[in-house]
């Protein structure tokens, strides 16, 4: 069974501030697939990243980076200098290698950001 | 604007009930996929569809069944309503089958029964 933990229930910040989103996952799988999504107050979902079990390579996308730990089933989330835009809810979630679609999500961590 | 489209926005009917939520892809995407957002549940993945056959099945209730049409957009049959039904269902299209690609999400039809 797949498992997907985030331990914050809410953050808050005030802008500017730097803030990490944690992640920790379960799975038997020896290849699969991890994904950030968004969640922002108007409701919709967003796709943010998609990371292979692989590639432990750490990425950056502007003021987001994302760092993969294999050892330890991390795949933590960090927004550099927050901006009020960037309060919303944020999901990690999980799936197979194959059958990608199937995801298992964490319960989501609501990032509130104050000016 | 993700492109995907979803019908209605709202929705409120009674225990007992059946409704059907429609979902229209990006053009071009031939997955899609239904989730479930309640507050005692979260976020779960229900079914995803591919090119009009069932591709990987989730937390989907015997209650539940959908379908993907030959113009490939979706529906989402719900029947026998229960309270605990009450959530936001999301489509979302994607252009692969595997489904490890990025998905692009509708607005959400909010189901409130009574």
Redesign the interface.
């Known amino acids: 069974a797949q498992k997907v933990t985030q331990a914050q229930t809410e953050i808050s910040v005030v802008e500017k501030e730097d803030v990490t989103l944690d992640c920790v996952y379960e799975t038997r799988d020896t290849t699969y697939?991890l994904f950030w999504y968004k969640q922002p107050p108007s409701?919709?979902?967003?796709?943010l990243i998609?990371r292979n079990s692989f590639d432990e390579q750490n990425e950056i996308s502007g003021r987001y980076s994302w760092n993969f730990q294999k050892s330890t089933s991390s795949f933590n989330f960090t927004i550099t200098a927050s901006q009020v835009v960037d309060s919303a809810v944020y999901?990690c979630a999980l799936?197979g290698?194959?059958?990608?679609?199937?995801?298992?999500?964490?319960?989501?961590t609501t990032l509130t950001v104050k000016p | 604007d993700?492109g995907v489209t979803q019908t209605p926005k709202h929705l409120i009917t009674a225990t007992g009930q059946r409704v059907t939520l429609r979902c229209s892809p990006r053009s071009g995407d031939l997955?899609v996929?239904w989730?479930q957002q309640s507050l005692d549940q979260?976020?779960?993945?229900l079914i995803?569809y591919y090119n009009g056959e069932e591709?990987?099945?989730?937390n989907i209730l015997e209650r539940f069944s959908a379908q993907q049409f030959p113009d490939l957009h979706s529906e989402l049959n719900l029947s026998s309503l229960e309270l605990g039904d009450s959530a936001?269902y999301?489509c979302?299209s994607?252009p692969d089958r595997?489904?490890?690609?990025?998905?692009?999400?509708?607005?959400?039809t909010r189901l409130t029964v009574t």
């Open positions: 697939y409701g919709e979902l967003v796709f998609r999901f799936s290698y194959t059958n990608a679609g199937k995801s298992t999500f964490g319960d989501g | 993700s997955s996929y989730y979260g976020l779960q993945f995803q591709r990987a099945k989730g936001l999301f979302a994607s595997e489904g490890s690609r990025e998905q692009y999400f509708g607005p959400g």
